[in-house]
């Protein structure tokens, strides 16, 4: 005769089993809160958007001598004499008012307080106290792109700063 005993099953009082759901539940909540929670803070940047890159269109779309307004992306494509580009954020560096460009007079003027700029954007009639900013553009298969998501702050304009086809 063996002397073995076999476990019996303890019965689960109603109170352990309700302990039991109710933690498993709160867990199953607070994992879900978090997962919510992380997705809210993940960047959701559509191409297209501003601070994404925004296809502005193909070279050929913008004539020499000019300036073209982006308004989803906020910025203005220039197109200087010798052919290269500007990406040129519409943010006046002064108060951060929108800087329309005015055809009639060729500069872009600010509403707020009277800044103005030249077609590349360096102050030609303070109160900024710096040329506009610029995003960071390629030339891709002829298509202009602009990242808006990289705004490129200067002090001066350079020649370096303009981006040829």
Known sequence: MSNTTTPQPQNVSRRDFLKVAWAILGGVAALETAG?????????????????????????????????????GRFYIVRINDGGFLAVYHRCTHLGCTVPWDSTAQKFICPCHNSQFDQEGVVENPPAPRPLDLFAMTIENGEVRVDTGNIIQRQTYETTQVVYP
Do not use: C, K
């Open 36 to 72: 919510v929670f992380l997705a809210y803070l993940q960047p959701r940047l559509a191409e297209g958007e501003f601070g994404s890159v925004i296809t502005a269109g193909l070279v050929d779309d913008f004539p020499l001598n000019s300036v073209t307004h982006v308004p989803n």
